[in-house]
Every structure is written in C-alpha cells, then in structure tokens.
Nanobody, 124 residues
C-alpha cells in the first residue's frame, strides 16, 4: 500500500499562484512515476502532469503547459506542483497519484494509487 497526502490547496485570484505538495508513505518503491490529476464538478478526472522516477522526464496537458511545473524530491518522498497564472477554469480537486512501477505515467490508466485530493479554487 502507498499512502498519498496532498496539501497546499486554497482560494486564489485569477493570475495568482499556488504550490501543491504530495507526501508519499507506506510501501513506496523506486521506479514509480508520479502525477497530478484534477477533477472539476461535472467533468471527468484528467491527468494534468506527470514526472518520471528520476525526474528527467515530464508530461503536461496542453491546458497547463507553460503555467504548471511538476517536481519531486525522492529523499523526502514528496512531489510538488507549482501553479502560476491560474485561471478560473483551473478550479478543481487536485489529486496526486503513483503510477505502476516502470510505467511512464503519461497515461491515466497507468496509475494505481491516488490521494484524497485538495481543492483549488480560482476566482475571476
């Protein structure tokens, strides 16, 4: 079992920034890519960004390219999501997730653990 706990969500005005953190515990293992998903009311959950185990490869959805940055600190078992130039359409529950070992994490169906999520609300 892998436990994932997100933090850092909140209310921010359009154009503002937020930094989310995801702390992993339990049977964390190497070779797991990590990702951030989001789900807005009435919409399907979407994969926003992912990062490889070594941090040398990343994926970003077109909607967040140039505005969001994913990073990780394996010594701390923590993944971060820096969000800037936030828009009202970024409002959603953001959840971090751990991909199956050795998978790239670039596809939503490669994940087997999710956190509970943290709410991000961007006001116009």
């Amino acid at each position: 079992q892998v436990q994932l706990v997100e933090s850092g969500g909140g209310l921010v005005q359009a154009g503002g920034s937020l930094r989310l953190s995801c702390a992993a515990s339990g049977r964390t293992s190497s070779n797991r890519a990590m990702g951030w998903f989001r789900q807005a009311p009435g919409k399907e959950r979407e994969l926003v960004t992912a990062i490889s185990w070594r941090g040398d490869s990343t994926y970003y959805a077109d909607s967040v390219k140039g505005r969001f940055t994913i990073s990780r600190d394996n010594a701390k078992n923590t993944v971060y999501l820096q969000m800037k130039s936030l828009k009202p359409e970024d409002t959603a529950v953001y959840s971090c997730a751990a991909a199956l070992p050795y998978y790239s994490g670039s596809y939503a169906n490669e994940y087997d653990y999710w956190g509970q999520g943290t709410q991000v609300t961007v006001s116009s």
